[in-house]
T-cell receptor, first 114, second 115 residues
Framework: DTAVSQTPKYLVTQMGNDKSIKCEQN?????MYWYKQDSKKFLKIMFS???????INETVPNRFSPKSPDKAHLNLHINSLELGDSAVYFC?????????????FGNGTRLTVT | AQTVTQSQPEMSVQEAETVTLSCTYD???????LFWYKQPPSRQMILVIR??????QNATENRFSVNFQKAAKSFSLKISDSQLGDAAMYFC????????????FGTGTRLKVLA
């Protein structure tokens, strides 16, 4: 029973392409997140949705567009990929308002832009 | 702005020994939550332990315990009886609960366990 699953696990593509990463959670959580982990392992929040509503939108290029069709799914579409987009992207979920609710992470998608 | 600082980029410990990883944070909030996550080479993010700021008692989970000093804004992780499987990146995280729920992570500490 995978709690937070994201696909694909690996993504290798060329500069200028458009790609999507999908995420689904079966924990009944109402809030989902996208984090980017760079080559130095730094984890930076990108977006967060609560019940399909965007609640966190950090300083991210507008080539990145999240979409949440329902509270169990959060996808990330990236247009015109650049070399600097290479990173591991993590999807995560939690229960808003349950203060000590930890983040539950997916296994990450390693994106390599060549 | 809330920040989380892990001042030790890398630590080493002998198997069966004890090691402490440090974490400090900056906040003006009185109500918040703190977490330690482990990321082994498999890159999976695993929750190790959590602490509510309103609780004075330090959290413990088997061989893992924290030293939470609220006034000093310090949240260190102690690993006792270290095992080879403890080798990983360890991230301290702060949950900011006012307004949007935002989890802020430190820069991580790489722990090596020596046999």
């Amino acid at each position: 029973d995978t709690a937070v699953s994201q696909t694909p696990k690996y993504l290798v593509t060329q500069m200028g392409n458009d790609k999507s990463i999908k995420c689904e959670q079966n924990l009944g959580h109402d809030t989902m997140y996208w984090y980017k982990q760079d080559s130095k392992k730094f984890l930076k929040i990108m977006f967060s949705y609560n019940n399909k509503e965007l609640i966190i939108n950090e300083t991210v290029p507008n080539r990145f567009s999240p979409k949440s069709p329902d509270k169990a799914h959060l996808n990330l579409h990236i247009n015109s990929l650049e070399l600097g987009d290479s990173a591991v992207y993590f999807c995560a979920s939690s229960l808003l308002g349950a203060g000590n609710s930890p983040l539950h992470f997916g296994n990450g998608t390693r994106l390599t832009v060549t | 702005a809330q920040t989380v600082t892990q001042s030790q980029p890398e630590m080493s410990v002998q198997e069966a020994e004890t090691v402490t990883l440090s974490c400090t944070y900056d906040t003006s909030e009185s109500d918040y939550y703190l977490f330690w996550y482990k990321q082994p080479p498999s890159r999976q993010m695993i929750l190790v332990i959590r602490q509510e700021a309103y609780k004075q008692q330090n959290a413990t989970e088997n061989r893992f315990s924290v030293n939470f000093q609220k006034a000093a804004k310090s949240f260190s992780l102690k690993i006792s009886d270290s095992q080879l499987g403890d080798a990983a990146m360890y991230f301290c995280a702060y949950l900011f609960t006012s307004g949007t729920y935002k989890y802020i992570f430190g820069t991580g500490t790489r722990l090596k366990v020596l046999a």
